[in-house]
């Protein structure tokens, strides 16, 4: 039996370099060809009328906690929920984080996430490695992850006792890390400092969860991201400061790129679109809980990370999707410090962004760039994902450029019982969704069949030789 042709007429094909009128041809699972409309031939099994719609890469978030155990609870989103979230909203890629339990070893830990999430996931799914508990025997594993395709090892700055590393074991890791060509994804805020600032905040009485916005200030982010830039240059190795909310952490980040070192910028639609002003009143607040926390509007933040995407100095845009429904919030009323933090996000990553486009902040190549191409390469998954070419995966949104829609808990997918983008209204929507061939989303349906979604092996940061100076 011969594989399935599909051709995507009529389209504007937009990559990370440009947008233009052509059609794509697939056969299978790949891309086989970008031509001039009409010159396709004919002798399809199908066709799909793109007329008026962006024919984008299917995209890549590169930051995702599916079924994440954490403070005595587990992230609401199975990777069945997750995933099918994501491909409704355009994403046809998660690297998620694989994590080591303290007094564990990294195989153990990737074993346990790879159970999880096979036979679950709709679509294609690698892992990170959250590295919590750092010794000889935890570096010496390092190149056994590289080896399945674990090519990026997360650590922490923040949450001592849980994930933290202090600077020794921090600069061992990026030694190890530099030394196989792995690059470092680090959770950039100062945790030591700022469990003081939480204890006297709750010590005052200070206990509704606004104070957890409060007690993580943007200095403390800042002030780790230049920490580990320092001890990066040291050890030579690659580095991600994840989920960057503030202007100040940023800055810390341009400072060392435009340095010459190989460190990337990731930012999260949380930190592009939220603010401390949106907070509701009181322990509803709790919906808006994540760590870094979420910034002053009015400080500028919003506008520096957006101008950021706009110049190119944020490489990616990637969601930290760690959704707790309203129960498992609750347990932190009378204790901020017990809200586990996290927002779902992940099914509205390509809209939110592609929002910059429409406020005209953005151009439409640099929307894809930041929510695929650059994620695809600084994960290893570049050209498989991430990009619309010739021996491409066939991962393709035919995206709406007007479709508007309002974001709710009453209409998402996300197994979360409320919406912290709720009422917002967004131009633009994913319609039909291909992941390797096969549409999952048919014009806002969802038809994926389940567990189809396939574990990626990895490879190294593709933009390390444009960041390394000799
Ligand atoms: O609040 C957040 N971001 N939770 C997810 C875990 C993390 O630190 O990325
Ligand atoms: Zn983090
Ligand atoms: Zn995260």
Known sequence: MGTMRTLISNGTVVTASTAVEADVIIDGEHIVGVVEPGTAGD?????IDATGR?????????HTHMELPVSGTTSADTYETGTRAAAIGGTTTIV?????????????????WMGRAEGHSYIDYGFHMMVTDVHEGTLAEFPQMMGVGVTTFKLFTAYPGVNLSDDRQILAAMQVAASIGATIMMHAENGIAIDLLRDEAVARGETDPIHHLLTRPASMEAEAVHRVVALAEIAGCPLVIVHISSQDALAEAVVARDGGLPVFAETCP?????????????FEAAKFVCSPPLRRRSEGHQAAL?????TGRVDAVATDHCPFTWEQ?????????????????VEHRVDLVYQGVVEGWIPLTRWIDVIAETPAKISGLYPKKGTIAPGSDADIVIYNPTGSHVLSARTHHMNLDYSVFEGAE???SAETVLSRGEVIVDRGVFVGEPGRGKYLVRGTNALLPERIVE
Do not use: C, H
């Open 43 to 47: 002798g399809f099994d199908r066709v």
């Open 54 to 62: 962006y024919v984008i890469p299917g995209g890549v978030d590169m």
């Open 96 to 112: 998620d984080y694989a994590g080591q339990t303290r007094g564990s070893t990294l195989a153990a830990g990737l074993a346990e």
């Open 270 to 282: 949380q930190y592009l679109w939220l603010a401390q002003e949106d907070l509701p009143e009181g």
């Open 306 to 310: 957006w101008s950021g995407i706009d």
């Open 329 to 345: 919030k609750e347990a932190g009323r009378g204790d901020f410090r017990k809200i586990p933090n996290g927002l779902g996000v």
């Open 426 to 428: 967004v131009g633009g």
